[in-house]
């Protein structure tokens, strides 16, 4: 099956591709307008850009919101991971900020809600997947993105951070890894 990736984020294309095989998952269109993420959680962002690349092309299509939860934070960033440091903030910032508010060692979240619609027949599912593991002001590794060189994950007995993993390792035992698996399983592989 073919399915739209609701997103301008090439690093979240790379990852999805190979996660969901043998399906196929394409760049949206640059025509199609991706609305803003306003919505209060993970699922209501995924959601609407979902919906909004299903309505513009036709044709099924995922998107995923997700970012980081900081337990020492309240959950913070969340759904504001992307621009923690500020609109049009780079992922450098973002991990600086939150390495600046967050105590070493602290527990954190990866937490991805995944949206999938069809316009042709109408169907939406949401899909989560999340990844627990404590925060390391030894940032480190060139693998991945965003807060990735500061997040070690519980599922890796190695105490390396996500961005030490190789993408196979990650792949499967990241958010965005157990979310599309939820997917791929209700598709059917």
Not at 51 to 57: E, G, K, M, P
Request: proline content about 7%; aromatic content about 6%; some cysteine.
């Amino acid at each position: 099956m073919r399915l739209v990736l609701s997103t301008r984020n090439a690093h979240k294309l790379r990852e999805f591709a190979p996660l969901l095989a043998p399906h196929e998952v394409v760049a949206l269109p640059d025509d199609v307008q991706l609305p803003p993420e306003d919505g209060d959680t993970f699922a209501a962002n995924a959601l609407t850009k979902a919906r909004a690349a299903a309505h513009a092309t036709g044709e099924p299509a995922i998107a995923d919101d997700s970012g980081i939860e900081a337990a020492a934070l309240d959950g913070r960033p969340g759904v504001y991971s992307a621009r923690f440091a500020g609109e049009g903030a780079t992922d450098e910032q973002n991990l600086a900020k939150l390495l600046r508010e967050a105590p070493d060692g602290s527990p954190v979240a990866y937490v991805c809600a995944l949206a999938y619609v069809d316009p042709r027949t109408g169907a939406e599912e949401l899909f989560e997947g999340r990844c627990t593991g404590t925060l390391t002001h030894d940032a480190r590794g060139t693998g991945g993105f965003g807060y990735d060189p500061a997040f070690v994950p519980d599922d890796d007995t190695t105490g390396r951070t996500m961005a030490e993993l190789a993408p196979e390792e990650k792949d499967a035992i990241s958010h965005r890894g157990r979310a599309a698996r939820a997917l791929r399983a209700w598709l059917g592989e």
